[in-house]
């Protein structure tokens, strides 16, 4: 997994505009720089997929964030996206203020992959923030126990290490 920067700044507030004030051409906006972080790396990928939402969160929010990201990200480096490829078949509560325990459990079979179109083949996941890597962990697990040869993760942006001696 691989991040372009941190969720900080200029980027934290252009991700929760994305995110939560509905501002979706910024998915287009931001995808160029998912894809330069993507050439950076030496990743063959079939296709590319984002990490979904709940149904009950799709339908609140009205689109996925992660999608607005995946779909212009796809474009750009000339791969299919399929965002079919994973579901969430859990409605999990939302990740913001809870451990990295408490978030790795959360998660935990909250996914299943579409093995019929994956099997094989090497998946590139996206999301917008990667904050303990457990959310694209549970994906990548799904997609690898229903065939996916190889499975590759791109964020925009990561949570920034707290050091406990700061």
Not at 36 to 54: G, H, K, N, R, Y
Request: glycine residues 4%.
């Amino acid at each position: 997994m691989r991040s372009y920067t941190l969720f900080e700044g200029p980027l934290r507030d252009a991700l929760h505009r994305l995110k939560y004030n509905n501002d979706i051409g910024l998915g287009a906006a931001l995808a160029p720089y998912l894809a330069t972080t993507f050439f950076q790396q030496s990743w063959e990928v079939d296709f590319v997929t984002a990490v979904p939402l709940s149904k009950k969160r799709q339908r609140s929010r009205g689109y996925n964030q992660a999608e607005k990201l995946a779909r212009p990200f796809a474009a750009l480096i000339d791969k299919p996206f399929f965002p079919q490829a994973i579901r969430r078949v859990i409605d999990t509560r939302s990740q913001v203020d809870l451990s990295a325990e408490e978030r790795r459990i959360n998660v935990s079979g909250a996914f299943y992959a579409n093995c019929m179109d994956i099997t094989g083949k090497s998946v590139i996941i996206i999301d917008d923030v990667s904050t303990t890597g457990s959310t694209i962990s549970e994906c990548a697990r799904a997609l690898k126990t229903s065939g996916a040869k190889c499975v590759f993760a791109l964020t925009l942006a990561r949570a920034p290490l707290h050091n406990p001696m700061n």
